[in-house]
């Protein structure tokens, strides 16, 4: 049986490092999309699933981040 590989997020990178990178995945989407819109193929067009969900998770990381951080400063 396969297993997927997912990419992994660690709790050590900032909100800042987490902001760069939801918006270089944004950056790379956009990317497949024109291409789709250009050549209406795409080579691998699973790329374009696993690049919103490894977005998703440097959103749910982020969120993450964010809540525990004013946590903190309501305490």
Do not use: C, G, Y
């Not at 918006?23 to 080579?43: G, H, P, S, V, Y």
């Amino acid at each position: 049986m396969a297993t997927k590989k997912k990419a992994k997020l660690e709790n050590d990178h900032s909100v800042k490092s987490l902001k760069e990178a939801a918006a270089q995945f944004d950056r790379e989407i956009f990317m497949i999309r024109n291409e789709l819109a250009w050549n209406r193929k795409l080579e691998k067009p699973h790329r374009l699933r696993e690049k919103r969900k490894e977005k998703a998770r440097v959103l749910t990381m982020l969120t993450i981040k964010e809540r525990s951080q004013a946590k903190v400063k309501e305490a």
